[in-house]
C-alpha cells in the first residue's frame, strides 16, 4: 500500500499545496490532476522520494520511505514527463541500461522483444535521435514491460502519443492494475481505466 500523509510542498516562496493525503491499496488507480504550475510533478518526484516535502511522509506498507531507502525504489519504475532516452544511444541500448540501473539485467533478445511490444519493431538500433518525438515516448515506456515492479509513478503518460499508443498504454495499465500493482498518473488527458479502483486527486492552483 502506497500512503501521503499531510504532504506540504514548498518551492522558493511559493507553497504548491499542504495536507494532501490519499490511501491506495493494491490495484488502485490515482489520476492527478490540476494546472500547470499546481504541483503534480513535485507531488510525483516526493513519492518517488527525489524530493522531500516540506512536511508530512510517504509511507508504503505502513513505513515511511526514507527508512526504506533502497527497498523502496527497487519496488517502483518512475517515467518523467520528459523522455529521458540518451540521444546517441539506440532504444535497445537506453531499455537495457535504465534496467540495469535499476537493477535488473536485461538481455537484447528481452529488449527487441518488449520494444517491438511498443511499436518499435525494426527501429531498436537506431539512435534515439533519429526518432519523432512519439517514437522516444514509446522507448521510455518500454521499461514498463520489463521492470516488474509494484508501483508505477508516470508523468504525462500519453505526452505525443497516437491513438494506437494510447491504446496500448492504457492496456498495460490496466493490466498491472490486475495483478495487484499500483499506478499514480499525472495527467490532462483522460484515461479510460477500467480495471482495478480509481481515484482522483485535483491540486489547486
Same mark, same amino acid.
Given at each position: ?51 522531500? !516535502? ?5 509511507? $508504503? ?90 508501483? $508505477? ?51 489547486? !492552483?
Amino acid at each position: 500500500m502506497l500512503a501521503a500523509v499531510n504532504l506540504e510542498c514548498v518551492r522558493g516562496d511559493r507553497r504548491l499545496f499542504r495536507d494532501v493525503s490519499f490511501s491506495l491499496p493494491a490495484g488502485t488507480f490515482l489520476q492527478l490532476t490540476g494546472p500547470n504550475g499546481s504541483g503534480k510533478t513535485s507531488l510525483l518526484r516526493i513519492i518517488c522520494g527525489l524530493m522531500a !516535502p516540506e512536511s508530512g511522509e510517504v509511507l $508504503w506498507n505502513g513505513a515511511n520511505i526514507r527508512s526504506l531507502a533502497e527497498e523502496y525504489f527497487s519496488s517502483l519504475t518512475y517515467v518523467g514527463h520528459r523522455s529521458a532516452v540518451k540521444e546517441e544511444l539506440s532504444s535497445a541500448e537506453n531499455l537495457r541500461i535504465s534496467s540495469g540501473l535499476s537493477g535488473k539485467e536485461l538481455s537484447l533478445e528481452e529488449a527487441y522483444g518488449a520494444l517491438k511490444k511498443m511499436g518499435l519493431g525494426g527501429r531498436e538500433e537506431l539512435a534515439a535521435r533519429l526518432l519523432s518525438e512519439g517514437q522516444r515516448r514509446r522507448s521510455a515506456l518500454a521499461r514498463l514491460l520489463t521492470c516488474r515492479t509494484k508501483l $508505477w509513478v508516470l508523468d504525462e503518460v500519453l505526452t505525443a502519443l497516437d491513438k494506437a499508443a494510447t491504446a496500448l498504454i492504457t492496456k498495460l495499465l490496466e493490466e498491472h492494475l490486475a495483478e495487484g500493482g499500483i499506478v499514480v498518473v499525472a495527467t490532462h488527458q483522460e484515461l479510460n481505466i477500467t480495471a482495478g479502483s480509481f481515484q482522483r486527486l485535483e491540486l489547486a !492552483p
